[in-house]
């Protein structure tokens, strides 16, 4: 068997300690005789598997107790619906920032929902950077405040968490929810899509304080009311029982390996010498303003883009896959979320120095 190196934005790379305990668990988990997928998720066995996922997901993430933490379905996607219709009730105004495609995307759902303010928009700067604190005005009376902290086509990511007083701020934190150490009381709800920093696809986490779990709008289908995932311990319907074994798995490897001061220190460390490779060459370019640069997602352009073709073919002989940008963007992207090891990083630099000086 060999293992590549796998840069995708997602779904991304999982922890291979994690992969081969589910392999081992695979059949007989536990001694149940049965696989965690043929398990009722009433049973006590995945039951104990549930708590267990939410008890590590809470003392890594240091989750405060007026908080609910539920395992949903549905992506981010369904986020950005199920964001208005729970607390855009009785104030219709929310304030949003655009700072990418993914901000994009949560604008035009909501805008279904309520009157949504665009506070901050990075358009017209080709989504490139993220406000400075006092170059937006927020709405005192808005619902909530909605942003992106990183955008993971652009690879933008705010360098802090904008003070809402008040008002309760969202977060899409699908691209960079346990890359480093949060402040969770900042926030009134958080929400990921786990196919990135936290699981296989097909399981969205939603972390969302107490006091905001109140009525949705009159037409809001069940399934998209906090309250009922919240009374029924995200049990109202059958969860994707898979997804939250491998997601508590997940939190269990990341507590053992120091918890996200750990992966702090190496994310930043691997954003740094992929940055500093790109910033050293003039073969390289990455358009994001230094302050604003993601650590989970790099994107990256070369000198000459007829060569793209080749580099990606290169990178692939060496095991270095999905390199290809976004659409939207062109170029490289690596992805480079807390799965990835940090050899994968230097295999990359390594590959990148080699090729630009090939081609300079
Ligand atoms: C991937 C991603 C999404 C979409 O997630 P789905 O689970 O596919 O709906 C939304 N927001 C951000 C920031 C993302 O990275």
Redesign the pocket.
Known sequence: MSRVYNFS??PAMLPEDVLSTAREEMLDWQGSGMSVMEMSHRGKEFMSIATKAESDLRRLMAIPDNYKVLFLQ?????QFAMIPMNLATTKKQVDYFNTGA?SK??IAEAKRYCDVNVVWNGEQGNFSATPEAGDFQLNADAAYVHY?P???IGGVEFPYIPDCGDVPLVA????TILSRPLDVSRFGLIYA????NIGP?GL?LVIIREDLITDSLDYTPSMFKYSIHADNDSMYNTPPTYAMYLAGLVFASLLEKGGLEAMAETNQRKAEKLYATIDNSSFYQNPVEIRSRSWMNVPFTLADSELDSVFLQQAAERGLMTLKGHRSVGGMRASIYNAMPEQGVDALIDFMQAFASEHA
């Open positions: 934005a997602g549905g992506g981010a996607s369904s993914w995307k949560a992106t990183n955008e993971t899409d934190m699908s691209s899509g786990a196919q990135k696809a969205t």
